[in-house]
């Protein structure tokens, strides 16, 4: 039996539509609402629990500084909770956490797991991504732990959680490369872990490599919408007027992750296929985090983890 936490939310919902379609395992997904007062209780039966649950503040993190006992709660609490209820019968578990810690590219080879944090609480993140890091240290300390850091989701469905679409519709694009992550990729690439029982730990989890918000833009401009207007942020516009906390665009190096087996394909050839495939309607498994699918909507100005005028949390 494997239990997912959190089956309800943009990732999470695709970890349920994996998990029923490829594996023989019987999949429990309690809500938050049915855990114990003291959190999920799971039983030696349990193979597997996958921790997709969060407070994710929508449109923006940001917007967890406004409501820091909940992110506290949903962020730090909770995982801790969890991690409680499957040392009691050796668990493995599998927590979602993010990979945007850091800046730039460091140096071309992209930032691995060893290295240190450079958004932390006592380094200026905001409460979202400070709580989220804390998490990890705590979590990772447990010996059956994989923790696969996602960022900047996306894929072809048009969505208000997904990047692309975040590109279409702000007002203005933040200018970045960064290391993102396909929704479906990243989730088969967690599943593989635990199928090919690789060994545990930290995971950069991004497809490999980078992308330029510019290069998705004329993507965009060539395949999908011809006659939008994209505009630019000001870089220091945007980190000043805009952005409430520090921001991460960064490259992740996932060779740790390919050195398992888990074969994933570059950031470009997953963002090319999901603009080549785009579909404007949302699906049922969107419906819940997508809201309508208005192709003319000029939107939030704010951003989600993976950012406003997309950069990321
Ligand atoms: N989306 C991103 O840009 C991004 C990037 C990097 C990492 N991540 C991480 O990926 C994971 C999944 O994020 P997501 O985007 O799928 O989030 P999401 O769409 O907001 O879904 C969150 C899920 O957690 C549940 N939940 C919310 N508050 C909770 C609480 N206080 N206690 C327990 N459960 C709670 C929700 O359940 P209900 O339906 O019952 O409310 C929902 O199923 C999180 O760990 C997040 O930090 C996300």
Redo the contacts with the bound molecule.
Sequence with gaps: MIVL?????????VFLRQLEQNTGHRIVTP???D?GERGPVFDKYTSLVI??????T?PSVDLCEDQKE?CI???LL?PFRILRACERYNIPLMH?????LYNGNNGGKGWSETDAPQLRFNSGAGYYVGC?QLAEQIVSKYPRVWCCR????FDHLHSP?NYISKLITYPKVFDAFNSL?HRDDFVNACLSLFVMGAPYGIYNMTNPGGIWAHDIVSMLKEKVCQKHEFKFWDELDFLTKIARTPKSNCVLDVSKLLATGVKMRSTQEAVEHSIQNWDWNSCIENS??AGPADRNTSSPSST???NPSPTT?
């Design positions: 936490l959190g089956s309800t939310g943009y990732i999470g919902s809500r938050y609402q855990y921790n997709c649950a969060a407070f994710v929508k909940e709660m949903g962020n909770l979602i956490s993010t990979g945007c989220k996602m960022r900047i989701p959680r992550c819940r985090n989600s983890e993976s949390s």
